[in-house]
């Protein structure tokens, strides 16, 4: 098994940045496409980026691109998501996901596990 946790969350300003953190324990394969998703109250769980196992490959939903970034320090078993300009409607849970095998996936079913999640709020 992989455990996925989270850190990184927190409230902040409009405008402002947060950077989060996702570490992998367990049984890490040497080569596993990571992901973030996010779940606002009352909706569904959306993609956010991914990357794959080099980090040579990202992808990113249309309203983070140019915000936000996913990149990896694999010797550390962790990835980040760095996000930038900050937006009300991105408060949401923040979720880690991790795929025993090479690419990247945007989609939930792809991923064969997940962290907890860690709340962002973005005030206005």
């Known amino acids: 098994q992989v455990q996925l946790v989270e850190s990184g969350g927190g409230l902040v300003q409009a405008g402002g940045s947060l950077r989060l953190s996702c570490a992998a324990s367990?049984?890490?394969?040497?080569?596993?496409?990571r992901g973030w998703f996010r779940q606002a109250p009352g909706k569904e769980r959306e993609f956010v980026a991914a990357?794959?196992?080099?980090?040579?490959?990202?992808i990113y939903a249309d309203s983070v691109k140019g915000r936000f970034t996913i990149s990896r320090d694999n010797a550390k078993n962790t990835v980040y998501l760095q996000m930038n300009s900050l937006k009300p409607e991105d408060t949401a849970v923040y979720y880690c996901a991790a795929r025993n095998s090479a690419g990247v996936f945007s989609t939930r079913l792809s991923y064969d596990y997940w962290g907890q999640g860690t709340q962002v709020t973005v005030s206005s």
């Open positions: 990357i794959t196992w080099s980090g040579g490959s990202t």
């Open positions: 367990g049984r890490t394969f040497s080569s596993s496409a």
